[in-house]
């Protein structure tokens, strides 16, 4: 009986292992395809904001040269509401695509269909705002960023005006936006805090060249001198821009600042008139990270939180960032 015992114990010890051998082989085997996975395999989607705020429009034209350089396919689609974007998430999980990238405005509204991607195998690539439970994450402390516009102002105001004179300013915001409501909230700290003598006397929106034109010309009508215009892009500043060149508005004493650091902003600033400065986030130069971050989630790989510096660029430092 004994002897039995034995020889059925030895029995199943050689059974588990030939099923642990088994078992390790298939995972390494289904690994090893996710990982593996060709180029030409991989489809990269975007759902990005509208393509009428000029950063945009360049970041997606990077990414597109870029997914074409390496050989990966790329679509995108360009939404204006939340809706929008859940709404081109859930086609393109229908569609079967790899990885989506989203500029997410809303975080816990995106959560449901991240869920739902992530469930059909498909990973899920948040940008700007995070959501819990994200494959990955690229995005700023737009605090903090809202801060460094703040001061590429007030190193203006320093060297403008006096400690005693009063700087009279407007914020070109976009509220509607919760991201972009606490960008503002930095600009308004930094310039509470390094110049105190700057008063915000009116505010308007901005966020796309339009709006600011809108924004610009009530600013004219509001019969207020403003010196100084602080807004959460370049994009809706550059409205303003526009206003105030058309108005003949402005001369050593006024001073625009934005962020984004777009062609449009950036030749603005190199007239060396009104538009003074701008914050890069170096967003399209980080075009071929966000591809890269996106196949290797396909493969399985990756994931994490990822960010880029914030640099000041100035009518003084114009000429290195043409």
Known sequence: MRKLFCFVLI????????????TKEQATTSVA??????MSDITIAYVCSELSDEIFAMQVKAMQDYAKKIGVKFVYKACSTTGDKITAC???ISAGVDTIIVHVNDGPAMESVMKEAQK???KFF???TNVEGADAYFGYDNYQMGYAIGKNA???VKKTFSDKETVLAASCNYPSYNFLKIRENGYLAAMKDLCPNVQFVIQGEGGYTPKGVTSGENFLQSGKKLNLIVGINDAGCLGVYEAFKAANYGNDKVGIFGCDATNDALKAIAEKEIYRGTITTGLVAAAPQFIDIAVKLAQDKGGGNYTSPFIAIT???IQDYL
């Open 33 to 38: 395809t996710a990982t593996d996975k060709k």
């Open 126 to 128: 948040a940008y700007d």
């Open 315 to 317: 009518q003084d430092n």
């Open 90 to 92: 859930e086609n393109y």
């Open 120 to 122: 059909a195998g498909v």
């Open 154 to 156: 007030a190193n203006w």
């Open 11 to 22: 029995a199943l010890m050689f059974s588990s292992n030939v099923f642990a051998q088994g």
